[in-house]
C-alpha cells in the first residue's frame, strides 16, 4: 500500500497534535503553543513544545522533533503504518486500497517535481533574453523591482507551442503532460499550455514547485483567459494549494496574522510593499480545506477581497464554507477594500499606512452574513422581513458546534428584531416623569410602565387558571412572565409545543400575544405580567429567583424552554416504539431503552440545575444568617 503525500497531509490536518501527545504528557498552555517536560528525557524545566499551528513537536534540550505520525513511532513504539492507521481511525479517514499503480505514481511524482523544476529554470531564462523584454516592461509598469521578481521568481512562456517540448526534451512527453506543462490533443502532438505569458511558479509548503500561474501579455487575444493556472496533477490540488504559504507561514507565524487576497499579484504587490504574510487561493472561491490551512497559522486570518461585488460575493461565499468548520477560537475577519481598488491599487494612491489600517479594523465573519443578508433583498413588507430571518436561521443550522450555534442565533435574533421592530419613543402625553440627573442636569423622559387592560387581564388570568399541573411546564410560564423579552427568543420552540400539551396551550397563546405587543411597544415589560403566573411550589430555578442574574436566568430558562419542547416528543416516540412492539421486538425494545436513557437525561439536567440553584440560594441564606449574629455570637 502506497500513501499520497496529499492522503498523509489530510490526516496530519485532521488530528490535533495537542490531543494526542496530551494522552501520555502533561501539557500546559503556553500562547498559541504547548510546554511540557520532555517525555524522551530527564528534565525538570519544560523545554518540550507542542504546536498545532505547525504540525510538529521539538525539545530544545534533546532535539527531539517530529509530527503526530512520528510521535506514534517514537513514542508509542508502532510501526508507521500502525500508526497511520490507527490515526487514520480516530480521523474518520478511510485507508488507501492497495493499488499497484499508486507506487508507480508515487515514483514518478518524485520526478515530477524535477520536470516543475527544470521548467522554471526555463522561464526564468527566458524572462532576462532578448524575447522577455515585454514582460520586464509590464514588471516594471507594476512597480516590481528586480529584488520581487527574484524572489517570487517571475518567468516569461514564450507564444510557441513547441518551444517547452524542445527545450524539456530530456523528459517524456507523459510526464510533461502529467506535470500540467503540455496539453494532450487526440490526433494532434502534445502542446505547450502557457504560451505568451508572465510565469509565476506555484510552490507548496516545502517551497517545491508544484504548478504554475500565467498572466497573458498580449491584450489583443480577448478569447484568452487573462490569468491561467496549471491543472490538477499528481503534485497540484488547487483546491489545497495557497499561494505564497511557503512563504508567509513562517512570518504570520511571528505576527500572528495572515491575510487572504484574491490572487497572486495581490500578494506580490502587498509583499512588495512590506505585508509579506499575504497568500491567496489560485482560482478558485477559498476551500473549506484552504481555510484548514489558514487557521493552521493563525486562529483568525484575515480575508481581503475586492470592494467589487464580485470581491464581496467571494467573502460571503467564504463565511458560508466556514460555517460549518467554526470551532472555540477559531473564525475569520473580513477586510473591503474601497470599491473599485486592488490592494495593489490602494497601496499606490494611499500607501502601506491605509493597508495596515484596514487589517487592523476587520468585520467579524456574524457581521458579514448580517450585513450580506440584510442588503440582499429590499424588506419593506412582513414577508420580506421574515425571508431575512429564514435567510439568517438557514446560515445557523450550518453551524455544527452546538455552543457557537446557540450563540449566532442569538445574537443574530437580536439584530433582526431591532432591524424588525425598532424601539419607540413614547410621547410626553403617555404619561411619565423626568428623571433629575446629577448635579442638576435636565435628565431624561422616563414613560411609566405600560399596564393590561381590563380585557387582557381576565383572559390572562382565565389561561393561566387552566395551565398545566406540571411543574416544569408551570416554572417555564412563571419564568417567561418574569422574563418577557424572552418569550420571542423561544417563540417557536413554543408554538410547537402548544398542540401537543393543550394544559399549557392557552398560557402560551397569551405569552406569545404579549410578545408581538412588547416587539412593536416601549421598552419595559408589562407591569403585573408575572402576577397572573405564580410561582410552583418548591420552585428553585434561577429565573423564577429574585435578584438572580439576569444572563444566568436567561440561560436557565432557555435550557427549562428546551426541555419543556422535546419531552413530548420522546414520549410520542416511546409510544410509536412501544406501539410495534408485536412485529419487531428486538428493535422496538432497543429503541424504547435508548429514548428513555433520553429522557432520564434531560429530566436529569433540569434537577441538577435546580439543586444547584437551591444550594446556592440555601448557601446565600447561611451566608446572610451568619453575617446577622453580634459578634459574641459567631460560631
Given at each position: 500500500?502506497?500513501?499520497?503525500?496529499?492522503?498523509?497531509?489530510?490526516?496530519?490536518?485532521?488530528?490535533?497534535?495537542?490531543?494526542?501527545?496530551?494522552?501520555?504528557?502533561?501539557?500546559?498552555?503556553?500562547?498559541?503553543?504547548?510546554?511540557?517536560?520532555?517525555?524522551?528525557?530527564?528534565?525538570?524545566?519544560?523545554?518540550?513544545?507542542?504546536?498545532?499551528?505547525?504540525?510538529?513537536?521539538?525539545?530544545?534540550?534533546?532535539?527531539?522533533?517530529?509530527?503526530?505520525?512520528?510521535?506514534?513511532?517514537?513514542?508509542?513504539?508502532?510501526?508507521?503504518?500502525?500508526?497511520?492507521?490507527?490515526?487514520?481511525?480516530?480521523?474518520?479517514?478511510?485507508?488507501?486500497?492497495?493499488?499497484?499503480?499508486?507506487?508507480?505514481?508515487?515514483?514518478?511524482?518524485?520526478?515530477?517535481?524535477?520536470?516543475?523544476?527544470?521548467?522554471?529554470?526555463?522561464?526564468?531564462?527566458?524572462?532576462?533574453?532578448?524575447?522577455?523584454?515585454?514582460?520586464?516592461?509590464?514588471?516594471?509598469?507594476?512597480?516590481?523591482?528586480?529584488?520581487?521578481?527574484?524572489?517570487?521568481?517571475?518567468?516569461?512562456?514564450?507564444?510557441?507551442?513547441?518551444?517547452?517540448?524542445?527545450?524539456?526534451?530530456?523528459?517524456?512527453?507523459?510526464?510533461?503532460?502529467?506535470?500540467?506543462?503540455?496539453?494532450?490533443?487526440?490526433?494532434?502532438?502534445?502542446?505547450?499550455?502557457?504560451?505568451?505569458?508572465?510565469?509565476?511558479?506555484?510552490?507548496?509548503?516545502?517551497?517545491?514547485?508544484?504548478?504554475?500561474?500565467?498572466?497573458?501579455?498580449?491584450?489583443?487575444?480577448?478569447?484568452?483567459?487573462?490569468?491561467?493556472?496549471?491543472?490538477?496533477?499528481?503534485?497540484?490540488?488547487?483546491?489545497?494549494?495557497?499561494?505564497?504559504?511557503?512563504?508567509?507561514?513562517?512570518?504570520?507565524?511571528?505576527?500572528?496574522?495572515?491575510?487572504?487576497?484574491?490572487?497572486?499579484?495581490?500578494?506580490?504587490?502587498?509583499?512588495?510593499?512590506?505585508?509579506?504574510?499575504?497568500?491567496?487561493?489560485?482560482?478558485?472561491?477559498?476551500?473549506?480545506?484552504?481555510?484548514?490551512?489558514?487557521?493552521?497559522?493563525?486562529?483568525?486570518?484575515?480575508?481581503?477581497?475586492?470592494?467589487?461585488?464580485?470581491?464581496?460575493?467571494?467573502?460571503?461565499?467564504?463565511?458560508?464554507?466556514?460555517?460549518?468548520?467554526?470551532?472555540?477560537?477559531?473564525?475569520?475577519?473580513?477586510?473591503?477594500?474601497?470599491?473599485?481598488?486592488?490592494?495593489?491599487?490602494?497601496?499606490?494612491?494611499?500607501?502601506?499606512?491605509?493597508?495596515?489600517?484596514?487589517?487592523?479594523?476587520?468585520?467579524?465573519?456574524?457581521?458579514?452574513?448580517?450585513?450580506?443578508?440584510?442588503?440582499?433583498?429590499?424588506?419593506?413588507?412582513?414577508?420580506?422581513?421574515?425571508?431575512?430571518?429564514?435567510?439568517?436561521?438557514?446560515?445557523?443550522?450550518?453551524?455544527?458546534?452546538?455552543?457557537?450555534?446557540?450563540?449566532?442565533?442569538?445574537?443574530?435574533?437580536?439584530?433582526?428584531?431591532?432591524?424588525?421592530?425598532?424601539?419607540?419613543?413614547?410621547?410626553?402625553?403617555?404619561?411619565?416623569?423626568?428623571?433629575?440627573?446629577?448635579?442638576?442636569?435636565?435628565?431624561?423622559?422616563?414613560?411609566?410602565?405600560?399596564?393590561?387592560?381590563?380585557?387582557?387581564?381576565?383572559?390572562?388570568?382565565?389561561?393561566?387558571?387552566?395551565?398545566?399541573?406540571?411543574?416544569?411546564?408551570?416554572?417555564?410560564?412563571?419564568?417567561?412572565?418574569?422574563?418577557?423579552?424572552?418569550?420571542?427568543?423561544?417563540?417557536?420552540?413554543?408554538?410547537?409545543?402548544?398542540?401537543?400539551?393543550?394544559?399549557?396551550?392557552?398560557?402560551?397563546?397569551?405569552?406569545?400575544?404579549?410578545?408581538?405587543?412588547?416587539?412593536?411597544?416601549?421598552?419595559?415589560?408589562?407591569s403585573g405580567l408575572k402576577d397572573y403566573f405564580p410561582l410552583p411550589d418548591r420552585a428553585h430555578y434561577s429565573f423564577l429567583t429574585e435578584g438572580?442574574?439576569?444572563?444566568?436566568?436567561?440561560?436557565?430558562?432557555?435550557?427549562?424552554?428546551?426541555?419543556?419542547?422535546?419531552?413530548?416528543?420522546?414520549?410520542?416516540?416511546?409510544?410509536?416504539?412501544?406501539?410495534?412492539?408485536?412485529?419487531?421486538?428486538?428493535?422496538?425494545?432497543?429503541?424504547?431503552?435508548?429514548?428513555?436513557?433520553?429522557?432520564?437525561?434531560?429530566?436529569?439536567?433540569?434537577?441538577?440545575?435546580?439543586?444547584?440553584?437551591?444550594?446556592?440560594?440555601?448557601?446565600?441564606?447561611?451566608?446572610?444568617?451568619?453575617?446577622?449574629?453580634?459578634?459574641?455570637?459567631?460560631?
Amino acid at each position: 500500500m502506497t500513501l499520497s503525500p496529499q492522503w498523509l497531509d489530510e490526516l496530519r490536518a485532521r488530528v490535533a497534535l495537542s490531543g494526542v501527545i496530551g494522552r501520555t504528557t502533561k501539557l500546559q498552555k503556553a500562547g498559541h503553543e504547548w510546554k511540557a517536560c520532555c517525555p524522551f528525557h530527564n528534565e525538570n524545566t519544560p523545554s518540550f513544545t507542542v504546536s498545532d499551528q505547525k504540525g510538529f513537536y521539538h525539545c530544545f534540550g534533546c532535539g527531539a522533533h517530529g509530527d503526530v505520525i512520528r510521535w506514534m513511532t517514537d513514542q508509542r513504539g508502532l510501526s508507521f503504518m500502525d500508526a497511520v492507521k490507527e490515526l487514520a481511525g480516530e480521523a474518520g479517514l478511510e485507508m488507501p486500497a492497495p493499488d499497484p499503480r499508486e507506487a508507480r505514481q508515487a515514483e514518478r511524482r518524485a520526478t515530477l517535481h524535477d520536470v516543475t523544476a527544470a521548467a522554471q529554470d526555463w522561464f526564468q531564462g527566458n524572462l532576462l533574453s532578448n524575447a522577455g523584454a515585454r514582460a520586464r516592461d509590464y514588471l516594471k509598469s507594476r512597480g516590481f523591482n528586480d529584488r520581487t521578481q527574484e524572489r517570487f521568481g517571475f518567468g516569461f512562456a514564450p507564444d510557441d507551442r513547441q518551444a517547452l517540448t524542445r527545450a524539456l526534451a530530456r523528459f517524456d512527453m507523459p510526464m510533461l503532460i502529467d506535470a500540467g506543462l503540455l496539453i494532450e490533443v487526440e490526433g494532434r502532438d502534445p502542446y505547450a499550455r502557457f504560451r505568451g505569458r508572465l510565469m509565476l511558479p506555484i510552490r507548496d509548503a516545502r517551497g517545491r514547485v508544484i504548478a504554475f500561474g500565467g498572466r497573458i501579455l498580449e491584450t489583443g487575444k480577448t478569447d484568452a483567459p487573462k490569468y491561467l493556472n496549471s491543472p490538477d496533477t499528481p503534485l497540484f490540488d488547487k483546491g489545497r494549494t495557497l499561494y505564497n504559504l511557503d512563504r508567509a507561514g513562517p512570518i504570520s507565524r511571528r505576527s500572528g496574522r495572515v491575510v487572504a487576497v484574491e490572487g497572486y499579484m495581490d500578494v506580490i504587490a502587498l509583499a512588495a510593499a512590506g505585508i509579506e504574510d499575504a497568500v491567496a487561493p489560485l482560482g478558485t472561491a477559498l476551500t473549506e480545506r484552504q481555510i484548514e490551512l489558514l487557521w493552521r497559522l493563525v486562529e483568525r486570518p484575515l480575508l481581503c477581497f475586492d470592494g467589487d461585488a464580485a470581491g464581496q460575493r467571494a467573502s460571503f461565499r467564504a463565511a458560508t464554507r466556514a460555517l460549518p468548520l467554526l470551532r472555540p477560537g477559531h473564525s475569520l475577519g473580513f477586510v473591503t477594500l474601497p470599491e473599485g481598488l486592488d490592494p495593489d491599487d490602494l497601496v499606490k494612491r494611499d500607501g502601506a499606512e491605509a493597508m495596515e489600517r484596514l487589517l487592523g479594523e476587520p468585520r467579524s465573519l456574524l457581521d458579514t452574513l448580517w450585513e450580506h443578508e440584510r442588503d440582499a433583498a429590499p424588506l419593506g413588507t412582513p414577508e420580506e422581513k421574515a425571508g431575512l430571518k429564514a435567510r439568517l436561521l438557514a446560515h445557523v443550522e450550518d453551524i455544527q458546534d452546538q455552543d457557537i450555534k446557540a450563540l449566532y442565533r442569538r445574537e443574530l435574533l437580536e439584530r433582526f428584531s431591532a432591524f424588525a421592530f425598532p424601539r419607540r419613543e413614547s410621547p410626553r402625553k403617555d404619561g411619565g416623569k423626568w428623571i433629575k440627573g446629577a448635579g442638576g442636569r435636565r435628565g431624561s423622559w422616563t414613560p411609566e410602565r405600560p399596564t393590561l387592560s381590563p380585557e387582557a387581564a381576565g383572559q390572562l388570568k382565565r389561561a393561566a387558571a387552566g395551565g398545566s399541573r406540571d411543574k416544569l411546564a408551570q416554572a417555564v410560564l412563571a419564568g417567561l412572565a418574569r422574563y418577557p423579552r424572552e418569550i420571542a427568543w423561544h417563540a417557536e420552540a413554543l408554538a410547537r409545543l402548544a398542540p401537543v400539551d393543550p394544559a399549557i396551550a392557552a398560557g402560551l397563546d397569551r405569552l406569545l400575544a404579549f410578545a408581538d405587543t412588547l416587539e412593536a411597544g416601549p421598552t419595559p415589560p408589562i407591569s403585573g405580567l408575572k402576577d397572573y403566573f405564580p410561582l410552583p411550589d418548591r420552585a428553585h430555578y434561577s429565573f423564577l429567583t429574585e435578584g438572580a442574574d439576569p444572563l444566568t436566568a436567561r440561560e436557565d430558562l432557555a435550557e427549562a424552554v428546551a426541555v419543556l419542547v422535546e419531552r413530548p416528543a420522546l414520549d410520542a416516540a416511546i409510544a410509536k416504539a412501544t406501539a410495534r412492539f408485536a412485529d419487531d421486538p428486538d428493535g422496538s425494545w432497543v429503541e424504547q431503552q435508548r429514548l428513555r436513557k433520553r429522557k432520564l437525561e434531560i429530566e436529569s439536567r433540569l434537577g441538577q440545575m435546580a439543586r444547584k440553584r437551591a444550594a446556592e440560594a440555601a448557601h446565600k441564606e447561611q451566608i446572610e444568617a451568619s453575617s446577622d449574629k453580634a459578634p459574641g455570637e459567631q460560631e
